[in-house]
């Protein structure tokens, strides 16, 4: 996924929104340091939003924080 979040981010704008808590998020950086190089600030916890995936409001509420309407975002789940 990260491999294809790379290449997607020189054409597209990218982000993520992983089902953790807010104490994952806050230490991202330590965790997955090669996170922060490919999506910068984009990186959101499901928590932040007091709700977890695949409830709609999770994702509209992180493409709230995004500035992003719905029809112009493809999620893409690492989930096979």
């Known amino acids: 996924m990260l491999e294809i979040a790379g290449s997607l981010r020189k054409s597209v704008n990218v982000a993520v929104l992983t089902n953790n808590t807010t104490l994952i ?3 991202i950086d330590t965790l ?3 996170l922060r190089p490919l999506f910068g ?3 959101y916890a499901s928590a932040q939003f007091k ?3 695949p409830e709609p409001d ?3 509420l992180c493409l709230s ?3 992003v309407r719905p029809e112009a975002v493809l999620f893409v789940d690492d989930l096979v």
């Open 51 to 53: 709700r977890a995936k």
């Open 65 to 67: 924080e995004l500035d």
């Open 41 to 43: 600030s984009r990186i």
């Open 32 to 34: 997955l340091p090669e």
């Open 25 to 27: 998020a806050d230490h």
């Open 58 to 60: 999770c994702y509209r």
